[in-house]
């Protein structure tokens, strides 16, 4: 049976929460098919999280995976909830640092947008992929499990005109994308070949709105649309 180690560290997943948002979803919400132990090394906001702190934060990992294995009852995996701010460094510090036990297990490091108790948060949706991805991924893995999205530690990259976490280069290429669509959406009745060529080298469909001025239609706008 899978046996997955959760460790809250804090951000806005439990902000003004006495009750580990894990530990809520896991008891109250998902009825659980697989074994699973709780831990809590630091609550801290992400932008106070520090070097030292993940160094503090693989030392304790290290103890809980030795004693698991002491006990004959290894862990396959470990989720960390954490804050936003800083995930993606403290994903590259635990992706690139050696642990005591040589290769570590799967760890998938979530969070949230907004607190775990209110009712639309992303919490739940966040910590269900991030137990996904614990099970699936391959021995070794580290990564960030957020916004729909499971990123290797050396793939992840902040889309600031979003506030999302992406993958690594894709925001210059989605700036470069939408630059070459406005160049032929600001006037449709010019570059219509080259307008049609990108179309579809991107796998966009271009529509057209009129509205009836009259007896003549008359162009009001455009938009591009993603099959």
Known sequence: MCNILFVQTGGMIDRND??????????????????????SVFQKDGKEITDEDRE????????LLQLAADEGNE???VIITHGT???????????TTQFEEGTAP????????????????????????AIAAVQTTPPGFVGICMHGLVLSHDMIDWD?????????????KGQNRISQL??????PTKG????????????????????RVGSKRKFVDASVMRL
């Open 192 to 211: 219509t070949s080259a307008r049609a060529a990108l179309q579809s080298k991107e796998g966009l469909s271009y529509r057209s709105r009129y509205c």
């Open 18 to 39: 006495s009750v580990p948002t894990f530990k809520r979803f896991l008891n109250e919400r998902l009825s659980p098919s697989f074994q699973y132990e709780l831990a």
């Open 56 to 63: 503090d934060l693989l030392g304790q990992i290290d103890d």
């Open 75 to 77: 862990y396959d995996g």
């Open 182 to 187: 406005e160049k032929y959406t600001k006037d």
């Open 106 to 129: 799967r760890i998938i490091i979530t969070g949230a947008m907004r607190p775990g108790r209110v009712a639309n948060s992303d919490a739940d949706g966040n910590l269900g992929m």
């Open 160 to 172: 600031h005109s979003t506030g999302k976490l992406c993958h690594m280069g894709s925001v210059r």
């Open 85 to 95: 701010d800083s995930m993606i460094e403290t994903a590259r510090f635990l992706g």
